[in-house]
C-alpha cells in the first residue's frame, strides 16, 4: 500500500508523479502554471475564509501587500466576500 502524503510538499510530489503517469510519455507543459494556479486559489480562499474576508488580515497572513491580494483575487476571480463564511 503507498504512503499517503503528510505535508503540503509531499502531496505536491505525489499528484505531479501521478501527472506526469497519466501522460504516458506524452510531453508535458506549463507545468509551473499549472501548479501555481492549483494551488493559489484554495489558499486564497482558505485566508480569506480564516480572516473572515478581511483582505488586510489575509494580506498580512500571506505575507503579501492588499494591493497584491487583490491582484490575485482577481486573476483567480476569488469574491473575497462569498469566500467569508456566513455569507
Known sequence: MKKQPTSLEEC???QLDR??????GEPAAG???M??????RPMLEA???RT?????RAAD???INRNTLRKKLEQHGVDP???APGR
Open 12 to 14: 505536491v510530489h505525489a
Open 19 to 24: 501527472y506526469f503517469e497519466d501522460l504516458d
Open 31 to 33: 507545468i509551473w502554471h
Open 35 to 40: 501548479v501555481i494556479a492549483a494551488v493559489e
Open 47 to 49: 485566508i480569506l475564509q
Open 52 to 56: 473572515g474576508g478581511n483582505q488586510s
Open 61 to 63: 497572513m500571506l505575507g
Open 81 to 83: 466576500q462569498v469566500t
